[in-house]
């Protein structure tokens, strides 16, 4: 059941003070297409995780930057000029938490 340990970190300190979901569409959608793309978004520095999806959305990426303008950047320069992204839309996080225990993840019978 457990498969890692994580530690809590502050990404503020990191140069991540502003954090973004950004969900994309890729087309033509193909198993290799998706393969590609996941693998590419995340050598990009800016991306913290990736998310592959079924609905509407094909991917979710987790983005922390430094600032605003460094997110317009990441969404103008390292996005929009992909071919293969047909659309994309952002959300500025404004916080996030998590559930600490596994207590608070298993359902009680």
């Known amino acids: 059941m457990i498969t890692g340990f ?21 087309r033509p959608l193909s198993r290799g297409l998706i393969d590609e793309f996941h693998r590419d978004a995340l050598r990009m520095p800016e991306v913290m995780a990736v998310f592959v999806l079924a609905g509407g959305d094909d991917f979710l ?23 293969e992204i047909v659309q994309f839309r952002s959300s500025i996080v404004f916080s996030h938490s998590r559930k600490d225990s596994l207590e608070d993840l298993v359902e009680r019978r």
């Open 6 to 26: 994580h530690a809590h970190v502050d990404c503020a300190v990191l140069g991540r003070s502003v954090q973004a979901m950004v969900a994309a569409q890729v």
């Open 61 to 83: 990426l987790h983005v922390g930057v430094p600032d605003i303008q460094q997110l317009h950047s990441f969404l103008v320069d390292k996005l929009s000029v992909r071919k």
